[in-house]
């Protein structure tokens, strides 16, 4: 019975070789289901499995309580949802966290920090960091994952999600211990999910380059406020050859529109809300733009954000 475990184990491992070999496949939305592929998780385990870390989530993070912001990030991200090929519905809450982070748990969990709302510079931006945590959920990526890591490990550990490791992967996710492998997709992964991301940023009408200026700029954020940036969050900076795959999808399969949605009224009447509650001013800057800054007792500590050169307004449109 070993025997048959161990021949078992070995087909598994080299089926997920294979595929990772092939990071492009299906990276670009053709297949009708992106999630195929070899994976012992179920549909419906997976999300339990999710609503379980979700759970843990909410116990151990501070929810923001307010219900106007919260509605507008479920709004945007339900907009990606439909036009993903996810198939699951998504559950989504924003974190009341200065770090930038936005994280999906397997099944359609989604937590979205504050801090990533005040340092996108735009709608689009902001969709095209949604879009690829929804491209993750949709390709199944952390439950292909934890197959090879539960197939390799079948003879000598636990499954990795049982009892206690639900807690340990949530303490990763928030920011309390250091970053977990369950997260650290392999490269071909996240290749995928740029693909994928762009994709569903283009369906929902949004500039797909927004997405490639927004993880860009978080490396420089990062190098600038490393405590800035939630560790989690940090393994997703393009690096350069990924940077050109999604340049190359923008010009290649993406086909140019008249008309792109960059950015709202909306979300920068969001933008300043949130300011507000975590007792934040967004003063216009000189140069580079606004700066963020703390209040305390009428002297202010910057906190540096992205330059943001927008102002309330109509929605903007841009090609």
């Given at each position: 019975?070993?025997?048959?475990?161990?021949?078992?184990?070995?087909?598994?491992?080299?089926?997920?070789?294979?595929?990772?070999?092939?990071?492009?496949?299906?990276?670009?939305?053709?297949?009708?289901?992106?999630?195929?592929?070899?994976?012992?998780?179920?549909?419906?385990?997976?999300?339990?499995?999710?609503?379980?870390?979700?759970t843990?989530?909410?116990?151990?993070?501070?929810?923001?309580?307010?219900?106007?912001?919260?509605?507008?990030?479920?709004?945007?991200?339900?907009?990606?949802?439909?036009?993903?090929?996810?198939?699951?519905?998504?559950?989504?809450?924003?974190?009341?966290?200065?770090?930038?982070?936005?994280?999906?748990?397997?099944?359609?969990?989604?937590?979205?920090?504050?801090?990533?709302?005040?340092?996108?510079?735009?709608?689009?931006?902001?969709?095209?960091?949604?879009?690829?945590e929804?491209?993750?959920?949709?390709?199944?990526?952390?439950?292909?994952?934890?197959?090879?890591?539960?197939?390799?490990?079948?003879?000598?550990?636990?499954?990795?999600?049982?009892?206690?490791?639900?807690?340990?992967?949530?303490?990763?996710?928030?920011?309390?211990?250091?970053?977990?492998?369950?997260?650290?997709?392999?490269?071909?992964?996240?290749?995928?999910?740029?693909?994928?991301?762009l994709?569903?940023?283009?369906?929902?009408?949004?500039?797909?380059?927004?997405?490639?200026?927004?993880?860009?700029?978080?490396a420089?954020?990062?190098?600038?406020?490393?405590?800035?940036?939630?560790?989690?969050?940090?393994?997703?900076?393009?690096?350069?050859?990924?940077?050109?795959?999604?340049?190359r999808?923008?010009?290649?399969?993406?086909?140019?529109?008249?008309?792109?949605?960059?950015?709202?009224?909306?979300?920068?009447?969001?933008?300043?809300?949130?300011?507000?509650?975590?007792?934040?001013?967004?003063?216009?800057?000189?140069?580079?733009?606004?700066?963020?800054?703390?209040?305390?007792?009428?002297n202010?500590?910057?906190?540096?954000?992205?330059?943001?050169?927008?102002?309330?307004?109509?929605?903007?449109?841009?090609?």
């Open positions: 019975m070993k025997r048959a475990w161990v021949i078992l184990a070995a087909g598994v491992l080299l089926a997920c070789a294979a595929a990772a070999k092939d990071p492009q496949a299906h990276a670009s939305g053709d297949d009708d289901n992106p999630g195929r592929g070899v994976n012992i998780y179920s549909l419906q385990r997976e999300v339990e499995l999710g609503r379980q870390m979700a843990e989530v909410e116990r151990q993070a501070r929810m923001l309580d307010d219900p106007v912001v919260a509605e507008y990030v479920n709004r945007l991200s339900q907009n990606l949802v439909r036009n993903s090929d996810a198939r699951v519905p998504f559950t989504v809450k924003v974190i009341d966290s200065n770090e930038v982070n936005a994280f999906a748990l397997p099944g359609g969990f989604l937590f979205v920090n504050a801090g990533l709302l005040l340092r996108t510079q735009s709608e689009a931006e902001l969709a095209g960091v949604l879009a690829h929804i491209a993750h959920v949709a390709a199944r990526h952390a439950t292909k994952q934890a197959t090879r890591q539960e197939v390799a490990n079948y003879l000598s550990m636990p499954l990795v999600f049982a009892g206690g490791w639900v807690g340990y992967a949530v303490r990763q996710l928030v920011g309390i211990a250091v970053p977990m492998g369950f997260m650290q997709f392999t490269r071909g992964m996240e290749k995928q999910a740029d693909a994928l991301g994709e569903y940023l283009y369906r929902s009408g949004y500039d797909p380059l927004a997405f490639v200026d927004f993880f860009e700029r978080v420089t954020l990062e190098k600038a406020r490393p405590g800035l940036v939630a560790r989690v969050f940090s393994t997703h900076p393009m690096t350069a050859g990924r940077i050109r795959a999604a340049q999808m923008i010009q290649r399969r993406l086909e140019p529109r008249p008309e792109y949605v960059v950015d709202t009224s909306e979300f920068e009447n969001i933008r300043s809300r949130l300011a507000r509650l975590e007792d934040l001013e967004i003063p216009r800057g000189q140069g580079d733009g606004p700066v963020l800054h703390r209040r305390l007792s009428g202010s500590t910057t906190i540096d954000a992205p330059p943001d050169n927008t102002a309330p307004g109509p929605a903007k449109n841009g090609k």
